[in-house]
């Protein structure tokens, strides 16, 4: 059974920095692409950043300058640097993994950005 494991959210002050992770269950791994999508209060789950298999990535024009998407296919692991952050970033933070027509997703991580 395919398992993508999120971790690294919690409450941050703005300002800060964060590093999410996601652990994969995947065997083939690195043949999908890897996706970080987030989900505010209220709103619509929305794209951040994907990574694809050759190392491509993809942002959501808001998230461009403080978002890095990066993956370690040794590790089964992708992960989402976010520096500066801020209130509005704070919503439940989404693994996704697709190689069509394989489709997965993580249960998310809870970040909160507050002071």
């Known amino acids: 059974q395919v398992q993508l494991v999120e971790s690294g959210g919690g409450l941050v002050q703005p300002g800060g920095s964060l590093r999410l992770s996601c652990a994969a269950s995947?065997?083939?791994?690195?043949?999908?692409?890897m996706g970080w999508y987030r989900q505010a209060p209220g709103k619509q789950r929305e794209l951040v950043a994907t990574?694809?298999?050759?190392?491509?990535?993809n942002y959501a024009d808001s998230e461009k300058g403080r978002f890095t998407i990066s993956r370690d296919n040794a590790k089964n692991t992708v992960y989402l640097q976010i520096n500066s952050l801020k209130p509005e970033d704070t919503a439940v933070y989404y693994c996704?993994?697709?190689?069509?027509?394989?489709?997965?997703w993580g249960k998310g991580t809870l970040l909160t950005v507050s002071s």
């Open positions: 990574i694809t298999s050759g190392g491509r990535t």
């Open positions: 995947l065997s083939m791994f690195s043949l999908f692409t």
């Open positions: 996704n993994a697709n190689h069509w027509p394989e489709d997965y």
